[in-house]
């Protein structure tokens, strides 16, 4: 029991403590008030709220960054979280009051023996975080905070006192008791002037994020144009223009480098540090004139000119940091409002004059075209528009996989076609801050996409195919396209049967590189792996690879820019391509091939590997089963009749076999309708030359001569 003069005492301190906290909080909150307006953040609360729980309570992007420090820091965070009925409690109990008795009766005991656990739980993990922070300084993301040595040495002592009181017989009890006390009262006074301040702000930053990466608000151009000079705001070009949020994030950084160390441009060793501007962006928020510009305050003209806009440092950041918000936002004041510092001048002007980035002309496509029979796109039913994007159109090097493709396509049937002239999608003009150029471009292939009735389209590009799926619905045009991948249309249609590959020699050692924008921005990295696998390719996995993994360097138009050799973005996935052994690296993405061509012996697409496998299936048959469409394909005797030939002969070939009607459809090369197959094999089945079989929910096929 507390003397009165004690409890007085503590009264006094509490009191002083909150408000000396709230005194010290608000210039943070107005900061953040100070901020120009924003996007919605409240759209989908349920969402937030499960996503927020995810990241805070089960720590999902700490533990899956850095597992052993993410461990470490997880046992603290939900220390914490459980202590914090002990800890009003223990004040309670300076008042001579009981909160926990009354609450949980019976069950105080057994709750008392698991927070023993989670005490030394709590002091374990502690413990283990100062030994990387202060002793293993190599990977310390700051060997020198002495906030941070401080905090860890609060809790140790808070966990200490608490296992101390806990005993029959503490050790100096009213000491004891009062250190407990006096550190809990000056916790949040560590906590507001240091980068734990993010104990507060990650939860709500982490709510308020945005739903995908790289999800950039359409600029109103024409409002813009209407508008008075002083209203118009193009891009953050200066600290006024920091909108609420970017504002927090600056707040909320823990300063932990994950950023810095996933970023390409910081591998490679030029300008771009993702933190270090974070946190001159933090600095500045207390100590920039709002009419200070953004470049040169927050971050350097020269580091903006690296960012790849890969999403390494966003996606790997624990506490919901949108830097890309900041990135292209600066890049869009440089385009548009001061027109300093463009670093992709070139690329914007092959645009303009050329309609693609190698500046080539269109009648290279067509030949290319031409060479190599490529249908075109009439929208028809079905019909499949296969948008080639600028490097597969128009370099040289790459036929081989536009070939490829084409053969996968032919041999499963599929309907697509190319269009003669194929606009540019305006990707990386966005990603380089030209929105007017960028909103021109996608304006066009929305027309486009409408005039010509397509409704689906598959590309090897993940950059189109970001901006067809997530960017062009933005000027009311594809909501109803369904855009996919190639690597997933081709996934698509092995588990269909309707590719049947087999497996290549295998001789040759490969790895993957996961493309940025369809591993990190689209989470497609399943998909080449199992195209890989039907194919018996073993892969050599690198460290980085799915969503970690790391930029080639080819994203907002660096894949047609110069850069010095000493400072290539490619450079450090170059090595670790190298270090993993491979000789054959296999890419989806056909500017990633660009980049690291020339990493190994050979770099080729997945379209490729693909083709060789189903190449090597029709060697292996000894048939080439193709029936050609002709007539009307629906129920037209005379084409069911050829196509009933033609599945006998698989049958014949592969006595064995026991096949589903798309898996038939692969092996024939057929190209009508499915009902058409059907009907086809149907008459086998009337005529006893095939036997049905309908089991795990689909109908199979055999010769019936055999059973
Ligand atoms: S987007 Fe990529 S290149 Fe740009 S700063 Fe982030 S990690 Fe670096
Ligand atoms: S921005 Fe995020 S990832 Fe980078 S240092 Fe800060 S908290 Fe870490």
Redesign the pocket.
């Known amino acids: 029991m507390h003397l009165f003069w004690e409890r007085i005492l503590l009264a006094i301190l509490i009191l002083a403590s909150v408000s000396w906290f709230v005194l010290k909080v608000t210039p943070k909150i107005r900061a953040i008030l100070a901020g120009g307006p924003d996007r919605p953040r409240t759209d989908n609360p349920v969402a937030r709220l499960k996503r927020t729980a995810k990241e805070v309570l089960l720590q999902s992007r700490v533990v899956g960054g850095r597992p052993v420090v993410g461990l470490l820091h997880a046992a603290v965070f939900l220390g914490f979280v459980a202590f914090a009925p002990e800890t009003i409690e223990h004040f309670f109990n300076g008042f001579g009051l009981s909160l926990l008795e009354p609450l949980l009766g019976p069950a105080l005991p057994l709750y008392r023996s698991l927070m023993l656990i989670v005490a030394v739980m709590v002091s374990a993990g502690i413990v283990g975080l100062a030994f990387r922070r202060f002793v293993l300084v190599k990977t310390s993301p700051d060997p020198r905070s002495w906030t941070s040595a401080l905090v860890a040495l609060f809790i140790l002592v808070l966990m200490v006192t608490y296992l101390n009181g806990m005993r029959a017989t503490p050790f100096a009890e009213r000491i004891n008791w009062w250190t407990h006390a006096l550190v809990i009262l000056a916790f949040p006074h560590l906590i507001i002037r240091s980068k734990h301040f993010h104990i507060f702000l990650a939860p709500l930053n982490i709510f308020f994020r945005s739903d995908r990466l790289g999800d950039y608000v359409k600029l109103d151009l024409e409002a813009i144009a209407e508008s008075e000079v002083e209203d118009i705001t193009l891009g953050l070009e200066t600290m006024r223009t920091l909108p609420w949020k970017t504002r927090m994030d600056l707040l909320a950084c823990v300063e932990c480098r994950r950023?810095?160390d996933?970023?390409?441009?910081?591998l490679a060793g030029t300008e771009?540090d993702?933190r270090a501007w974070v946190l001159a962006g933090r600095k500045a928020l207390f100590s920039a004139k709002p009419e200070d510009p953004v470049i040169g305050t927050v971050i350097g003209e020269e580091a903006l000119g690296?960012?790849?806009?890969?999403?390494?440092?966003?996606n790997?950041c624990a506490v919901g940091v949108e830097?890309?918000q900041v990135?292209v936002g600066a890049k869009r004041a440089q385009a548009l409002a001061t027109g300093k510092g463009v670093v992709a001048s070139d690329f914007l002007r092959a645009i303009e004059s050329h309609g693609n980035a190698l500046r080539l002309p269109k009648s290279d496509r067509k030949q290319m075209l031409a060479k190599l029979g490529m249908p075109r796109f009439t929208g028809e039913q079905d019909q499949w528009l296969l948008w080639l994007g600028c490097v597969w159109g128009f370099n040289a090097d790459q036929q081989t996989a536009v070939a490829a493709l084409k053969t996968t396509l032919d041999a499963a049937g599929v309907k697509y076609g190319v269009l003669d002239d194929e606009p540019c999608c305006g990707h990386h003009s966005r990603r380089q801050g030209e929105e007017a150029q960028f909103q021109d471009l996608a304006r066009q292939s929305v027309q486009i996409l409408h005039e010509k009735n397509v409704r689906q389209v598959v590309t090897p590009c993940p950059h189109c195919l970001h901006t067809i799926k997530r960017e062009h619905i933005q000027f009311n045009g594809t909501q109803s396209i369904r855009a996919v991948h190639h690597s997933e249309l081709l996934a698509e249609l092995m588990a269909q049967g309707r590719l049947v590959p087999r497996v290549t020699d295998g001789s040759a050692k490969a790895t993957y590189h996961d493309p940025?924008y369809l591993a990190r921005y689209e989470g497609i990295t399943e998909a080449p792996r199992m195209l890989l696998a039907k194919a018996g390719v073993a892969l050599e996995e690198m460290p980085r690879r799915r969503e970690r993994t790391l930029?080639c360097?080819g994203?907002?138009a660096g894949f047609v820019r110069e850069i010095t050799n000493e400072k290539r973005?490619d450079q450090a996935r170059r090595a670790e391509i190298k270090a993993s052994g491979a000789t054959l690296l296999v890419t989806s993405c056909p500017q990633c091939r660009m980049m690291l061509s020339a990493a190994v012996d050979e770099t080729r697409d997945i379209a490729e590997i693909v083709a060789d496998s189903i190449r090597l299936a029709q060697a292996q048959s000894g048939l080439e089963l193709k029936v050609e469409k002709g007539g009307p394909m629906f129920a037209s005797t005379t084409y069911s009749a050829e196509l009933a030939v033609k599945i006998k002969e698989v049958f014949e070939h592969e006595p064995q076999a026991e096949m589903q009607l798309l898996n038939l459809a692969g092996r024939t090369h057929f190209s009508g309708k499915l009902g058409e197959l059907k009907h086809a094999a149907d008459h086998l089945v009337e005529t006893g030359e095939l036997q049905e079989k309908h089991h795990g929910g689909g109908t199979y096929y055999h010769l019936g001569k055999t059973s």
């Open positions: 950023c810095t996933n970023c390409p441009a910081a771009m993702p690296y960012c790849a806009t890969c999403g390494a440092c966003e790997s830097h890309l990135l940025c930029c360097g994203g907002a973005l």
